[in-house]
């Protein structure tokens, strides 16, 4: 018998990286993601009784395929379906699934991807709401465990597992097609797709909650569920847009804390440890968005601004002006007063903080971020440099006082103990 710790860490490996695609072809063929979801599992069951012993095949993925199809073929038979039925799927199986290992692989390349572009369609679909695209996406897609989604949100299992529940009850119970859809409809999932990968990489790349200023595994996570949707959609440019988008803001994340896990500013990180190799990916992907033509998206447009940020060697090289600039064309684009703020902020460091305080002054007079902690953390930082150190040190009270971050409450702390003294 091989060594069965080598082995089950190949199957371990092997289903990461699987798991998404069996699911999107078995979904394909019985039309319903729970259904496929376990037979799956029983594929990689099988994996489990028959590698140790046989050793892990030259074609995992395809071996996972075959018996997950065969799988369906069994469930069908077992409980009696129609004939019609049992003879549509038989005749499915054989036609996808030949005997030979190279017919095999060959076979499933034919229609794997176009597969998986419709499942992560399903599982992003409008007609959920957004957190439940979140969980329903990192289970099917990024093939997280529903413990692995709860820690990562710091939720309840039940919570997560009855969501994921309702999400897949959801799609069945209201029809929605396993297709990609077309015309202005693929449109508009397209942004619900992305939002999701956009809600998923911000959270883990700052934390909302919890101990933990950020969460590298769903950083991870998103940029590896997009990576796989450039290389499904290569003409998209906003899915480049926000591949180089997560991959730039990425490539600082051992700068971003320090040895005790402490917040450390973008100006007073070290670029030194700044991830070059994802920077130049990211770099390629901003370029390649825009190569495609058409006004740039929000999500080229926040890679462009955090391009600005890649490009300077030394803090003080940065180009504020040109994010200032770029964030009043966002601005354009999605309207948002957290685009203001932001904006805000560079125009602080562009052409100093009395230029930048009417800006913020004006967010504060309205009603939309009066409970954003990040507002108050800004106000105080420009308060803090014209030297009005008491108003400095009430603003950042309240934005430790909001937040629900454990370190970002400290780090604001701090600064409100800095202001005074």
């Known amino acids: 018998m091989r060594d069965r710790r080598e082995t089950d860490r190949a199957i371990t490996t092997v289903w990461r990286v699987e798991q998404a695609r069996v699911i999107a072809s078995l979904t394909r063929m019985v039309r319903d993601i729970s259904l496929a979801e376990e037979l799956a599992q029983e594929a990689l069951m099988a994996a489990l009784r028959t590698w140790p012993e046989t050793g892990v095949p030259r074609n995992p993925g395809a071996w996972l395929m075959q018996a997950g199809k065969r799988k369906a073929i069994d469930y069908f038979r077992h409980r009696k379906m129609a004939a019609g039925k049992l003879e549509?799927?038989?005749?499915?199986?054989?036609?996808?699934?030949?005997?030979?290992?190279?017919?095999?692989?060959?076979?499933?390349?034919?229609?794997?991807?176009?597969?998986?572009?419709?499942?992560?369609?399903?599982?992003?679909?409008?007609?959920?709401?957004?957190?439940?695209?979140?969980?329903?996406?990192?289970?099917?897609?990024?093939?997280?465990?529903?413990e692995e989604i709860a820690r990562a949100f710091l939720a309840q299992d039940t919570?997560?597992?009855?969501?994921?529940?309702?999400?897949?009850?959801?799609?069945?119970?209201?029809?929605?097609?396993?297709?990609?859809?077309?015309?202005?409809?693929?449109?508009?999932?397209?942004?619900?797709?992305?939002?999701?990968?956009?809600?998923?990489?911000?959270?883990?790349?700052?934390?909302?909650?919890?101990?933990?200023?950020?969460?590298?595994?769903?950083?991870?996570?998103?940029?590896?569920?997009?990576?796989?949707?450039?290389?499904?959609?290569?003409?998209?440019?906003?899915?480049?847009?926000?591949?180089?988008?997560?991959?730039?803001?990425?490539?600082?994340?051992?700068?971003?804390?320090?040895?005790?896990g402490e917040p450390v500013l973008l100006m007073d990180q070290n670029r030194a440890t700044w991830d070059q190799l994802m920077i130049r990916r990211g770099l390629y992907g901003l370029a390649r968005a825009q190569n495609l033509g058409g006004i740039a998206g929000p999500y080229t447009l926040q890679a462009a601004i955090a391009a600005c940020h890649a490009r300077a060697r030394k803090a003080e090289d940065t180009d504020w002006g040109q994010i200032a600039a770029l964030y009043g064309l966002l601005n354009q684009v999605t309207p948002s007063p957290v685009i203001e703020l932001n904006r805000a902020v560079a125009v602080s460091m562009a052409q100093g903080p009395e230029a930048a305080l009417p800006i913020v002054e004006k967010l504060r007079s309205g009603k939309t971020l009066e409970n954003y902690h990040l507002l108050y953390g800004v106000h105080g930082d420009l308060l803090r440099k014209l030297g009005r150190h008491q108003e400095a040190n009430t603003a950042f009270l309240r934005a430790a006082e909001l937040t629900k971050n454990d370190r970002e409450r400290a780090f604001l702390l701090g600064r409100a103990a800095e202001s005074t003294t």
């Open 159 to 260: 919570a997560i597992g009855q969501r994921i529940v309702r999400a897949k009850k959801t799609i069945a119970d209201a029809g929605v097609p396993f297709e990609v859809p077309r015309g202005e409809e693929r449109e508009e999932r397209v942004a619900s797709v992305l939002g999701v990968l956009y809600l998923i990489f911000n959270e883990g790349y700052s934390a909302t909650a919890g101990q933990d200023w950020m969460r590298p595994q769903l950083c991870e996570e998103a940029m590896r569920m997009g990576r796989t949707l450039a290389q499904l959609m290569p003409n998209e440019p906003e899915v480049h847009g926000l591949l180089a988008l997560m991959e730039i803001q990425h490539s600082r994340a051992k700068a971003r804390t320090n040895s005790k």
């Open 88 to 146: 549509e799927i038989g005749r499915t199986v054989e036609d996808e699934v030949p005997d030979t290992e190279t017919a095999l692989h060959d076979a499933l390349d034919d229609d794997v991807g176009d597969d998986l572009l419709r499942l992560i369609f399903t599982s992003c679909h409008p007609i959920l709401p957004p957190e439940s695209r979140v969980a329903l996406t990192l289970r099917l897609i990024g093939g997280l465990t529903t």
